[in-house]
């Protein structure tokens, strides 16, 4: 004769399955995001909530250094969310303006890369301040770092004002608000 397993049993292990998959999933795959302020206007506002995804850059293995191969790597112009380099606690949004080498400065609004105008519309459509010990003369990104800005530069504490995203503390690349649904879209 089978013993059957109670109903209680079976509903343990369907939810222990759907809780490891949930993690499998948001720490390799993807995970969720809310916005919490407006240093990304126009293009997320307070209050979004968005996907980023890890299986660009390569999902970092929980609790050692080692990153997973990833399809590419950050690239100038892409939404990315990183630990904050002066509270690792703290997930943080910005659009990536320069990579190692890079020679940046703000002038007249616009962003200079290597002494030339950089020509991405995801970043000429954007004025910059020039302010901050990172923002006011002309700076080089260290090896393994990243210069992050945000859309809305008037009212954005970025690389401008505590300096370089090290390459570790990226998690992902933003692509898809998901709520509210008004403003579904794919970023860009």
Known sequence: ??????????????????????????????????????????????????????????????????????????????????????DQKRDFIKRLIGKEGDRIKINDGKILINGSRTELPRITKNHYYAAGPFGQDEIIVPADSYYALGDNSYASKDSRYWGFVPEENIVGKAFFIFWPPHRIQILK
């Open 1 to 86: 004769m089978k013993s059957r397993k109670s109903a209680t049993r079976e509903w343990v292990e369907t939810l222990v399955i759907a809780v490891i998959l949930a993690l499998i999933l948001r720490t390799f795959f993807v995970q969720s995001f809310k916005i919490p302020s407006g240093s990304m206007i126009p293009t997320l506002k307070v209050g979004d909530k968005l996907l980023v995804t890890k299986l660009t850059y390569g999902a970092k293995v929980p609790f050692t250094n080692f990153r997973l191969p990833g399809f590419g790597s950050p690239a100038r112009g892409d939404i990315i969310v990183f630990k904050y380099p002066l």
